[in-house]
């Protein structure tokens, strides 16, 4: 059934063709209790789970109508749902639902009143449901594992990022309708609950074997943050450095292999507290590993979903990802999925500088996020989804999952750094702790970042928003040519890189305002070595100096064809040197190589003057020769790459996402 609003007022605000919630009523904090019985435990009643959410709203204009968020799922006791409204004199008045509308589309529900809501009174709404748990993994769902006694036992953990809180309870499931949580779950004795927040109390019912465990108030925060877990694990403990408690949870059987976890937890928490000259924001940190689809960086309550505990890469960029998170994306969050960039690029980009910390420099920043770069023109070499950091169109629940890709976590990023490094380290981290802690608790988006920024006048674009509107809103990338323009001197242009399948990306997309122009800044190393920068302007040329090395430290987020780059006195370049230098060449020659602008033999001749100088990535230059000749496909060769598991999981995730109007 489509839902109708019958006063303009409550039309909701149009995101592409997607209806959002009005503001015109919007939560100020949520009170939930939630009974949950297991399976497997002695415990009277259906396997599931059910509740009732008391909220605290904020009436911005009369209205006879709310809307909020409910899932197919949510099974709502009408009879009993209350609305009750404080009036001037102090006395409350309940008003009753005349009319209670589904719109399974966009899983809202319509409440109609029997009296007008007035404005700027304190406004209660109360509403008692129960539900099941989801088979999909995604809101509140089962999970089992062995206790360490050749024993299965059964969790129950919830995952409510993008929207999957409304399959919980009903509330206002987008991102920039923050409220604070007081959260109270009954669960089977035997059995621990955790959250977001610490315990205040447990209370054991021995009438009908249940324990009654009430948190902590969250701050302010999303709903697609709030998350619980009940289950029978063990944990180890540790402080950080300001005496934030760190706990690791994970099966008895897994206890003894937590230290690596803890560890980088605490170390990541100590890093980013310092960074950003602010203190983590809740009185405790849990980090709980067990099998899940993907990491999820739900605040103060970490999933890392069975990651392999002998794997210390991936743990510490999985802990190093998450723990960024709770800066970026919990404190202050993107208001809507568009610019999700603004979470998950965000947090790329201190991945990488917590993996350098962690990792005493073995994982340096200046290795991995312009690795966030190449990685990004790779899949635009391949493929053409998910290659924007910001989206334009968001037309259905399912369109919102599909924001989490390549363009949302590399290209976004890639973007950070390029422009950290335009706008100078110090002046870049001065501004994003001053943007962190202007707008802590509260929903952003880009232009509220850019205005943190001033762009160096030196010959570029005069405004952030000009310089980095292009690079986010557009796919793909430049194409840097250069050219002999006389014996001093070569020229730059610019084109749109071709990666065979323009016209397939360009039926699917917008044609944009900029042309697939942009404005690029070339670093470049002279013949006395020393690093200069050019601007590269929209719809323009540059001169640069002959025998130049273009893009050293790969901080371009663009590709550079010259002839002179496949010369043998080119091989001779001492750039080559610089590890990321020399990568950066080899993949532009393979991407060149697919898109046939030169042979594969000479590609090869490219790989065998330059691989030997860091032999340890030969592996990759193998593989990539084997695509070439058609020996190996992209996926495996992708896979050989070893991309970000932490995009790639939650992608899959994602990918799973099913939404209709019968179920959740």
Request: aromatic share 12%; net charge negative.
């Amino acid at each position: 059934m489509n839902l109708i609003y019958s006063l303009v007022l409550l039309f909701p605000a149009v995101f592409g063709n997607f209806p959002r919630l009005s503001k015109n009523v919007t939560p100020i904090s949520y009170t939930l209790e939630l009974e949950i019985i297991l399976p497997g435990y002695d415990i009277k009643g259906t396997n599931g789970f059910t509740g009732n959410v008391h909220i605290n709203l904020n009436i911005e204009e009369d209205t006879d109508v709310i809307i909020l968020h409910a899932a197919k799922n949510i099974q709502i006791s009408r009879g009993i749902t209350l609305l009750k409204q404080i009036k001037e004199n102090g006395k409350s008045k309940t008003n009753i639902i005349t009319k209670y509308i589904e719109n399974n589309e966009y899983q809202e529900i319509q409440l109609h009143f029997m009296e007008t809501i007035k404005k700027n009174l304190p406004t209660f709404l109360t509403i008692y449901y129960e539900s099941t748990f989801n088979e999909n993994r995604f809101g509140l769902f089962l999970s089992e594992y062995n206790d360490g006694n050749n024993e299965n036992k059964t969790a129950a953990s919830t995952q409510f990022e993008p929207f999957f809180a409304r399959s919980v309870v009903p509330c206002f499931d987008e991102p920039d309708f923050k409220a604070t949580w007081t959260v109270t779950l009954r669960h089977p004795s035997g059995t621990i609950a955790l959250s977001n927040t610490p315990t205040v109390s447990e209370e054991h019912s021995y009438f009908d074997n249940m324990i009654e465990t009430r948190f902590e108030k969250t701050p302010r925060m999303s709903s697609y943050l709030l998350a619980f877990v009940v289950c029978e694990f063990g944990f180890k403990a540790a402080r950080s450095q300001s005496g934030t408690p760190v706990r690791v949870f994970a099966p008895s059987s897994e206890i003894s292999d937590v230290d690596v976890i803890l560890n980088a937890a605490v170390e990541s928490l100590n890093y980013f507290e310092n960074k950003t000259n602010i203190p983590f924001s809740l009185p405790k940190l849990d980090l709980i590993n067990f099998d899940f689809p993907a990491g999820m960086e739900n605040w103060g309550l970490i999933v890392l979903g069975g990651v392999l505990y002998n794997d210390t890469n991936e743990l510490n960029s999985l802990i190093a990802h998450e723990v960024a998170h709770q800066w970026f994306g919990n404190l202050v969050t993107a208001e809507w999925w568009n610019e999700i960039w603004l979470n998950e690029g965000f947090a790329t980009f201190y991945e990488a500088l917590g993996l350098d910390y962690l990792t005493n420099g073995n994982q340096s920043f200046a290795e991995n996020v312009p690795k966030n770069a190449m990685t990004y023109l790779n899949e635009h070499t391949f493929g053409i989804d998910n290659e924007v950091a910001t989206i334009t169109n968001i037309d259905s629940l399912q369109s919102i999952g599909n924001t989490f890709g390549i363009g949302t976590y590399f290209k976004g990023s890639a973007i950070l750094n390029m422009f950290r490094n335009v706008i100078g380290w110090n002046n870049f981290d001065q501004a994003i702790i001053n943007y962190l802690k202007e707008n802590a608790y509260a929903n952003t988006n880009s232009s509220i970042f850019f205005s943190y920024f001033q762009m160096p006048n030196e010959n570029g674009p005069s405004s952030v928003d000009e310089f980095l509107r292009p690079w986010l809103e557009q796919v793909g990338h430049p194409l840097v040519t250069i050219d002999h323009f006389n014996e001093t001197h070569n020229i730059l242009s610019q084109s749109r890189f071709d990666n065979g399948k323009l016209k397939e990306i360009d039926d699917q997309t917008p044609y944009p305002i900029w042309e697939y122009q942009w404005d690029i800044p070339v670093w470049y190393l002279d013949t006395h070595h020393q690093l200069k920068l050019v601007w590269l302007r929209q719809n323009s040329t540059a001169l640069i100096g002959k025998n130049v090395s273009i893009n050293p430290g790969a901080n371009g987020i663009f590709r550079v064809w010259s002839e002179v780059d496949f010369s043998d006195d080119k091989f001779q370049d001492p750039a080559n040197r610089i590890e990321i230098y020399q990568k950066s060449r080899i993949d532009n020659a393979f991407a060149f190589a697919l898109s046939k602008r030169i042979t594969i033999e000479k590609y090869e001749r490219i790989v065998h003057q330059l691989g030997h100088l860091y032999p340890e990535n030969q592996h990759l230059h193998n593989a990539q020769i084997q695509v070439l000749h058609g020996s190996e496909n992209i996926t495996n060769y992708k896979a050989t790459l070893g991309a970000n598991s932490i995009m790639e999981r939650k992608q899959r995730r994602l990918s799973n996402i099913e939404v209709s109007n019968e179920t959740n």
